[in-house]
């Protein structure tokens, strides 16, 4: 039996959930997962390794690592054949506040 999957606590939604390809239609849309959204802003925006970013998330390196894959594979499916890419869904936690180990931290999303 699959172990139950961890719940990822990520920063905050993002704003823009939608993004849309010139000309596609919105049946054919690829869906990014907020926890998806959220490897992707520490790996990629704020430029965390993927040991920073799982420990931010509450999860293990190797999970960083698949969801960044799949993140990865949506984003290139959604260049590559002309479809809007939507983000929702997943199963994750929001940060209420600040957390002690954001204090020094640029792009927390508490600071704005």
Not at 3 to 12: A, D, E, G, L, T
């Amino acid at each position: 039996m699959a172990r139950p999957q961890k719940c990822r606590c990520i920063c905050s939604k993002p704003k823009v959930t939608e993004f849309s390809a010139k000309g596609a239609s919105e049946q054919n849309c690829v869906n990014l997962t907020l926890d998806e959204y959220e490897v992707m802003r520490l790996l990629d925006f704020v430029n965390l390794n993927q040991e920073q970013c799982a420990v931010k998330m509450d999860i293990s390196r190797p999970t960083v690592t698949r969801i960044y894959n799949s993140a990865r594979q949506k984003i290139a499916d959604a260049l590559v054949n002309g479809r809007s890419i939507t983000i929702s869904g997943g199963d994750v936690t929001v940060c209420e506040a600040m957390r002690p180990e954001c204090i020094n931290e640029k792009y927390c999303c508490h600071r704005q």
